[in-house]
């Protein structure tokens, strides 16, 4: 069976500085690695993913993550902060390539002082 | 490109009472999810369908609990009778194989 755990439900940063959000897996394939950010009522936006290939991955709005297989990590950074970046961003895994069968983080509440 | 559209965004309700959630999912997509969102539970994957077809209602908490997808077009998630614990958003999602899976904006469920 798949699972995620996020570290820290709450993380804050000020303005400028460096984002990092903690996600780890545990999947008994290698799995498809996925970060998604939902804003306040709203629903979930995908920012990035991980399939095959590159373990760096690039995606919206300047974040990026690395796929770490050794460490059963998947990251999600961003070099630094806007206030705009306020939200809740959830990592999720999937054991097949369709990414139907997502099991989902609780989530870590990203604050942004200015 | 519309996307995924669900109503009501809000819904409150009083127990007892038949809730029905409807959704709308982007034109062409094959996989229709319904999914809930709590504090305490986080999210969870409730139903998914694919080409109309419920494949894995697993996650369906109780019997109170039905969804049906009529047609490509149109999913509807019914709660009969609601309970307060049933309060949550109500998340409709949708995706073509292989791809990326978009969400609604989401049906705020409270039920007093």
């Given amino acids: ?114 | 490109d519309a996307g995924v559209i669900q109503s009501p965004r809000h819904e409150v309700t009083e127990m007892g009472q038949e809730v029905t959630l409807r959704c709308k999912p982007i034109s062409g997509h094959d996989y229709l999810f319904w999914y809930r969102q709590t504090m305490m539970r986080g999210l969870e994957l409730l139903i998914y369908f694919n080409n109309n077809v419920p494949i894995d209602d697993s996650g369906m908490p109780e019997d109170r609990f039905s969804a049906k997808m009529p047609n490509a077009s149109f999913s509807t998630l019914k709660i009969q009778p609601s309970e307060p614990r049933d309060s949550a958003v109500y998340f409709c999602a949708s995706s073509l194989f292989g791809n990326t899976i978009y969400f609604g904006e989401g049906s705020w469920l409270t039920v007093v």
């Fill in chain 1, 1 to 114: 069976a798949q699972s995620v755990t996020q570290l820290g439900s709450h993380v804050s940063v000020s303005e400028g500085a460096l984002v990092l959000l903690r996600c780890n897996y545990s999947s008994s394939v290698p799995p498809y690695l996925f970060w998604y950010v939902q804003y306040p009522n709203q629903g979930l936006q995908l920012l990035l993913k991980y399939t095959t290939g590159a373990t760096l991955v690039k995606g919206i709005n300047g974040f990026e993550a690395e796929f770490k297989k050794s460490e059963t990590s998947f990251h999600l950074t961003k070099p630094s902060a806007h206030m705009s970046d306020a939200a809740e961003y959830f990592c999720a895994v999937s054991e097949e390539a369709g990414s139907y069968q997502l099991t989902f983080g609780k989530g870590t509440k990203l604050s942004v002082i200015p």
